[in-house]
């Protein structure tokens, strides 16, 4: 593995031999291994868990962190382009994560950089990272990956993470369950690289449609910054809310995802359910992230 931009590019046995990796990271913390490597750190938009996480797995095992998590404390600022900007950060360190609001940021930066890119997020396109610890939640959450039937719901037009999941999904066969507004579906060429794949799929109204065929409900957030129209926002921004009683009627071994941040999608009255596992799912991210720097700095665990 050379970078991480799409998780396309990964095939099933890359993917299961990073989740064993951070299997193992989890259970066993290795210390140091990544003493003097320094990763560089670009975020063009706001984050939480992916920067952070990203951060403490370089720092837990020893390395160091430069970069900025605001576009408006770089040079960015004074017209510098993403290939300028990328070209020097390259020169500064050994692995480069980079958020952008542009879909292909990640790509133009990995063509540039000289260094192995990791993206965490761009635009509207993919969020491979997130992709690979909500696979490893997966697989943690209900003992397998292979054949798990899976709802999606919220902003299915925008949302990076589960598009760049459904690229993935090639690999493990699931049956998917689609629950979104009309104006907020999925784009048809996701369906149709579904049809290419041989996945099952069919779309849904509401989340009581389908809590009761599903092994995953993978809830996420309606995106207000990736709305041309503020209205058209305002008008779906509330649409679901997945609350207690709707759990009920899920299968005890059910689990609820969401990549968060969440807004009103969830109702907190949920988090002290053991169907909740979206926390569970954020502190995986430290393990996964780490199983990916050290595969693309080639140190053994
Ligand atoms: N899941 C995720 O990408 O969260 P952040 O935006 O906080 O990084």
Redesign the pocket.
């Known amino acids: 593995m050379k970078e991480l931009v799409s998780i396309k590019s990964l095939s099933r046995e890359q993917i299961l031999t990073l989740l064993e990796r951070a299997t193992r990271l989890k259970s066993h913390p290795p210390g140091p291994i990544l003493q003097g490597k320094i990763m560089a750190s670009c975020f063009f ?8 996480s990203f951060e403490a797995a370089m720092k837990r095992l020893g390395g160091e962190v430069i970069g900025f998590s605001d576009a408006l404390q770089s040079s960015s600022q004074k017209g510098e382009s993403l290939s300028d900007s990328m070209r020097i950060v390259g020169l500064y360190s050994d692995l480069v994560t980079l ?1 952008h609001p542009l879909e292909g940021a990640a790509r133009l930066a990995a063509e540039v950089a000289g260094k192995p890119v990791i993206n ?2 761009d635009g509207a396109n993919e ?1 491979p990272s ?1 992709t690979l610890l909500d696979l490893y939640t997966m697989q943690e959450s209900q003992g397998k990956l292979d054949g798990l039937k899976i709802a999606f719901v919220g902003d299915l037009l925008y949302g990076r ?1 589960v598009h760049s999941l459904i690229y993935a999904f090639k690999h493990f066969g699931p049956r998917l369950y689609f629950v979104a507004p009309p104006t907020l579906t999925l784009p048809e060429e996701l369906c149709q690289k579904l049809k290419e794949y041989g996945v099952r799929y069919s779309f849904h109204h509401e989340i009581e449609d389908v809590i009761e065929n599903v092994d995953i409900l993978y809830m996420t957030r309606i995106q207000k910054e990736r709305f041309p129209h503020l209205e058209a926002y305002e008008r779906v921004k509330d649409h679901y809310t997945l609350t207690p009683e709707m759990l009920e009627r899920g299968s005890p071994h059910l689990r609820v995802l969401h ?3 969440r807004l009103q999608e969830i109702d907190p009255r949920i988090d002290s359910s053991e169907k909740a596992y979206y926390f569970q799912q ?1 502190e995986n ?1 430290l393990y996964v992230r780490e199983a990916l720097i050290t595969t693309l700095l080639e140190v053994p665990v």
């Open positions: 938009e706001p984050s939480t868990r992916t920067r952070l958020r965490a997020g969020h997130q993470t990549p968060l941040p954020a991210g």
